[in-house]
């Protein structure tokens, strides 16, 4: 289904306004997300980091958690090995932002 069609699916202009707002009524201790299970290739997961990234550097709020979800697949051939240290770059370069 596409996110448009989802009727759970804001874009991420007006998740970046409802933070704020919702931060003074509630306790917003976690961002997480979901992107889907048995993924093969970092880019997927790039995009979403990117997305973070947008998002904790456009609110004024200190999140404890950021949960990454999803399911990482597993290759078994050993062509497998560069997927996992692109991520970890990633998800490095993430939490230096933090």
């Known amino acids: 289904m596409p996110a448009s069609d989802n009727p759970l699916f804001i874009g991420l202009s007006s998740f970046i306004c409802l933070i704020p707002f919702y931060s003074k009524n509630i306790i917003l201790k976690c961002l997480s ?3 889907g299970s048995q993924i093969l290739d970092h880019r997927p997961y790039e995009k979403m980091l990117r997305i973070l990234d947008k998002i904790i550097n456009k ?3 200190k999140f404890e958690f950021i949960d990454l979800g999803g399911g990482m697949g597993i290759s ?3 062509n ?3 997927y996992f ?3 970890l770059e ?3 370069h993430l939490l230096h932002h933090l």
């Open 85 to 87: 240290y692109s991520l």
């Open 90 to 92: 990633l998800v490095l």
């Open 33 to 35: 997300v979901h992107i």
């Open 76 to 78: 078994y051939d050993n």
């Open 59 to 61: 609110v004024n709020h």
């Open 80 to 82: 497998g090995k560069g």
